[in-house]
């Protein structure tokens, strides 16, 4: 996730989630579906029932050496995706894609997955140049094969070099995919570097829907709409100050309208059978001085208007993705930004179960267990 008017995230002293909430919640308002993952991102739900989560992993791959069109093979490398069965139990699906690291220690690979049919596919959203991964792995869309093999269905770092958006802040090489959603037999894609929304195949034709690059909005969350089109939500650029974010709606034509506004650092987006849509706040009670954002101040919002909102959910720390599951409660994948290299989780939170705000419980992750950690990890 970028936009390099980038921002600290060391916790301030005395930083605590939003104590709006009563302890007084029923337990199962909030649980733990699976833990112990590198780098967890965006998931979905396979037509076998289980859910494939995307794991940007450790950000150690090296790049590659010269003369060579690609980094070298790590064994030792977290999965790049992994199918969680209802029993919570964890299986690597495929591996092999590079997991990179920015300057300021943010970890980009495997960002998001996706079905249409029983095939599935997998959004790569390395950070860096061509360089950083060789020209074997632009970032796009990957089709997994059923033997575990990746193949290249779409590269949007190819794309954006000929389709560059109208308005360019600063240029991220690979081009930056960050969420997408399925819709008959493509893609809605958003890229949060050059604030585009695409349509991809799998065939590798892609087009423009809409240009929202005009202020670096930083889009970064995406949801089909009722009625057809899709929501975008933005993260925004540095320094996050609360309440400036929002969504959009994007006819399938293109064209662009507010949909919702005084959000704040907007990462994933989910509509409820009844046309609801809920929001996740990255990170809130952001300052303009540095470190600018905080652990544990993220949260789930629920629309009531076109500018009003309804907090379900606080104290989550940094969360990254979003969606409803079969079961109608929002699974949320956390969390983005771990300075220790600490392994993720995915969470269920139930929006129904409580009429209070659901505060994470102190400690709620602290026994996470670590089956994906690398070596030359803590």
């Known amino acids: 996730m970028t936009d390099q008017s980038h921002t600290s995230?060391?916790?301030?002293?005395?930083?605590?989630?939003?104590?709006?909430?009563?302890?007084?919640?029923?337990?199962?308002?909030?649980?733990?579906?699976?833990?112990?993952?590198?780098?967890?991102?965006?998931?979905?739900?396979?037509?076998?029932?289980?859910?494939?989560?995307?794991?940007?992993?450790?950000?150690?791959?090296?790049?590659?050496?010269?003369?060579?069109?690609?980094?070298?093979?790590?064994?030792?490398?977290?999965?790049?995706?992994?199918?969680?069965?209802?029993?919570?139990?964890?299986?690597?699906?495929?591996?092999?894609?590079?997991?990179?690291?920015?300057?300021?220690?943010?970890?980009?690979?495997?960002?998001?997955?996706?079905?249409?049919?029983?095939?599935?596919?997998?959004?790569?959203?390395?950070?860096?140049?061509?360089?950083?991964?060789?020209?074997?792995?632009?970032?796009?869309?990957?089709?997994?094969?059923?033997?575990?093999?990746?193949?290249?269905?779409?590269?949007?770092?190819?794309?954006?070099?000929?389709?560059?958006?109208?308005?360019?802040?600063?240029?991220?090489?690979?081009?930056?995919?960050?969420?997408?959603?399925?819709?008959?037999?493509?893609?809605?894609?958003?890229?949060?570097?050059?604030?585009?929304?695409?349509?991809?195949?799998?065939?590798?034709?892609?087009?423009?829907i809409a240009d929202l690059s005009l202020g670096h909005p930083v889009p970064t969350a995406i949801a089909l709409a009722p009625g057809g089109g899709v929501y975008v939500g933005s993260l925004g650029p540095g320094p996050h100050t609360d309440g400036q974010q929002k969504v959009v709606k994007v006819t399938p034509d293109g064209e662009v309208s507010d949909y919702w506004t005084g959000l704040t650092m907007v990462t994933g987006l989910a509509v409820d059978t009844d046309g609801t849509l809920y929001a996740l706040d990255m990170s809130t009670g952001n300052t303009d001085a540095p470190p600018n954002i905080y652990p544990n101040t993220g949260r789930v919002v629920r629309q009531t208007g076109p500018s009003t909102l309804e907090v379900v959910a606080s104290g989550l720390n940094y969360p990254i993705s979003m969606k409803i599951g079969p079961d109608g409660a929002l699974y949320i994948s956390l969390p983005a930004i771990a300075p220790q290299g600490e392994l993720g989780s995915i969470v269920r939170i139930d929006p129904h179960a409580s009429d209070t705000t659901v505060a994470v419980p102190d400690g709620f992750l602290t026994n996470a267990s670590q089956p994906y950690a690398s070596e030359g990890r803590s």
């Open 9 to 208: 995230h060391q916790a301030a002293p005395g930083a605590t989630p939003d104590a709006a909430a009563t302890p007084e919640i029923p337990a199962e308002a909030i649980t733990v579906v699976a833990t112990g993952l590198a780098a967890p991102r965006g998931f979905t739900w396979g037509p076998d029932g289980a859910i494939y989560v995307a794991l940007a992993g450790d950000g150690l791959s090296p790049a590659p050496a010269a003369g060579e069109s690609s980094a070298p093979a790590r064994p030792e490398a977290p999965p790049s995706v992994v199918r969680i069965e209802e029993d919570g139990q964890v299986t690597p699906v495929v591996s092999g894609l590079p997991s990179t690291a920015d300057a300021y220690g943010d970890v980009q690979g495997p960002v998001d997955v996706g079905f249409i049919g029983d095939q599935l596919y997998v959004l790569q959203d390395a950070t860096g140049g061509i360089e950083a991964v060789g020209l074997d792995w632009p970032n796009g869309l990957y089709a997994v094969e059923p033997d575990g093999a990746l193949r290249m269905a779409s590269s949007e770092t190819v794309y954006i070099t000929v389709n560059p958006a109208a308005n360019i802040y600063h240029l991220v090489q690979l081009g930056e995919p960050f969420a997408m959603v399925p819709e008959g037999d493509s893609f809605w894609v958003v890229d949060a570097n050059q604030g585009l929304l695409l349509k991809v195949l799998p065939d590798g034709t892609q087009s423009v």
